[in-house]
């Protein structure tokens, strides 16, 4: 069988439509479930026109940086789609928002046929006419995914990382012995942060150095400059060097979520009792100010593995994963 990818055309949605709703029904159950509560009472059909509607309502189809794509069998039978756009967000070390896959989904009776690759190309080749990186969200028991992304160029950027705060809280005992206090205007702080800023920014972009000092300026007066309750802590060693800092506050997108914004250590000098005593710190902290979880997002720059968090309750969802397309010529 021969198949091919086309730009959706009118003709194309109401397919795109129906395979996104079963693809919800079979595979993001959650969110389906949600929907169907929300909906108390009306059938499968109206539920369906409704997911449609919300859908068309907050994203922008007729964008031009946005496409759905559909690959279709020789003798035009559709076979799945992908959905793209620019991303509805953006991250402080980011120049320019990525092209964003919002979801790729072949029908299972056309699966084995390497249609997932032809969609991927087609969407890498648009991000490419638009001189901008392309990015995606998957799930952390996607391993499939994962490995298939990763050779084809795939890099993890970012995890999200969230705790529930609880009742209780115990701060543990700080083993390594160093100080962990208020920051106390320290150049030293401003720098060792500015540093860390500047990897991330250069994972997806080149850039000058005055580029990249106004925009951490902008970072840090986005948040300085708000009179909402935020903590920057520093950690200082017996010789009174400083070895990591954090700053948290209330997160952009839920006042009751306090955000870790920026947690920098060097990474010769982590331990477990340094760690869980900083995070610990930030805890307490976020508790006693009512907020009822912890967020943040860890960038593959941020030398601090994921796998610290987890083991103090933390959960990891999914990888936010990006490819560089910006200044190559070359898509795999």
């Not at 949600?34 to 007729?62: A, P, Q, T, W, Y």
């Not at 490419?128 to 084809?152: C, M, P, Q, S």
């Not at 701060?171 to 320290?186: D, F, H, T, Y």
């Not at 000058?208 to 708000?226: A, F, H, P, Q």
Request: aromatic share 12%; proline share 2%.
């Amino acid at each position: 069988m021969k198949f091919h990818v086309d730009v959706a055309k009118k003709e194309d949605l109401d397919f795109f439509f129906s395979l996104s709703y079963e693809t919800l029904k079979a595979l993001r159950k959650n969110i389906y479930d949600k929907l169907v509560e929300e909906n108390c009472g009306k059938s499968d059909d109206e539920i369906r026109k409704l997911h449609r509607e919300e859908m068309e309502e907050h994203f922008d189809f007729d964008s031009p940086t946005s496409r759905v794509f559909i690959v279709k069998r020789e003798d035009g039978i559709r076979c799945g789609y992908l959905w793209m756009g620019l991303r509805n967000s953006e991250d402080p070390w980011d120049i320019q928002r990525p092209q964003w896959i919002y979801d790729i989904v072949v029908a299972p009776e056309f699966q084995g046929h390497g249609l997932g690759k032809m969609l991927m190309k087609s969407a890498e080749e648009f991000s490419k006419e638009l001189n901008r990186n392309i990015g995606l969200f998957v799930h952390a028991d996607n391993e499939h995914a994962i490995a298939l992304y990763n050779k084809t160029g795939y890099r993890v950027k970012v995890i999200p990382i969230s705790k529930r705060l609880t009742q209780e809280f115990t701060a543990p005992k700080n083993g390594s012995k160093l100080l962990i206090r208020n920051e106390q205007e320290s150049e030293d702080v401003r720098r060792f942060e500015l540093e860390r800023f500047k990897r991330k920014v250069l994972f997806s972009q080149e850039a000058e150095d005055e580029k990249i000092n106004s925009m951490y300026e902008g970072y840090l007066g986005k948040y300085v400059d708000d009179s909402k309750n935020h903590l920057r802590l520093e950690v200082i060693s017996k010789n009174d060097t400083l070895v990591g800092s954090v700053w948290a506050g209330v997160s952009d997108f839920n006042d009751k979520i306090a955000m870790i914004y920026n947690l920098s250590i060097i990474s010769q000098s982590v331990n477990d009792d340094l760690f869980k005593a900083l995070i610990h710190s930030v805890e307490k902290w976020a508790k006693e100010s009512g907020y009822s979880t912890l967020y943040t997002l860890l960038h593959s720059e941020d030398d601090i593995d994921a796998e610290m968090f987890k083991s103090m309750g933390y959960t990891v969802p999914g990888f936010f994963m990006e490819k560089k397309l910006t200044g190559s010529t070359q898509i795999c």
